[in-house]
């Protein structure tokens, strides 16, 4: 099993940056599929970013496309997210999250198993 811990969040102008970062603890994490979920008050959880366990598929949600980026350190044991650009809808918890593959990372309202505490992002305007 893997336990994850975010950091990185906080509060930021519109236009501004943040980087994420997500510490995974446990043998198997170069296994998994990685992503980060964001949950907005009165909002539906939203998957933000995946990336496979070699790195090679990556996702994005249409409304982050160009502006956040995924990344991972199999050998660090860590998942980052940098979000540049970052605009007032963008404020929401963010949690990072480990699955099987992307497309079950997709599945609306699975269950995640591996599921970290959460970091609060907030972009005012």
């Known amino acids: 099993q893997v336990q994850l811990v975010e950091s990185g969040g906080g509060l930021v102008q519109a236009g501004g940056s943040l980087r994420l970062s997500c510490a995974a603890h446990?043998?198997?994490?170069?296994?998994?599929?990685m992503g980060w979920f964001r949950q907005a008050p009165g909002k539906e959880r939203e998957l933000v970013a995946a990336?496979?366990?070699?790195?090679?598929?990556?996702y994005y949600v249409d409304s982050v496309k160009g502006r956040f980026t995924i990344s991972r350190d199999n050998g660090e044991n860590s998942v980052n997210l940098q979000m540049n650009s970052l605009k007032p809808e963008d404020t929401a918890v963010y949690h990072c999250?480990?699955?099987?593959?992307?497309?079950?990372?997709?599945?609306?309202?699975?269950?995640?198993?591996?599921w970290g505490q959460g970091t609060l992002v907030t972009v005012s305007s």
């Open positions: 446990g043998r198997t994490f170069r296994s998994y599929t």
């Open positions: 999250a480990a699955d099987s593959d992307i497309a079950t990372m997709l599945i609306p309202h699975r269950y995640l198993e591996v």
């Open positions: 990336i496979s366990w070699s790195g090679g598929h990556t």
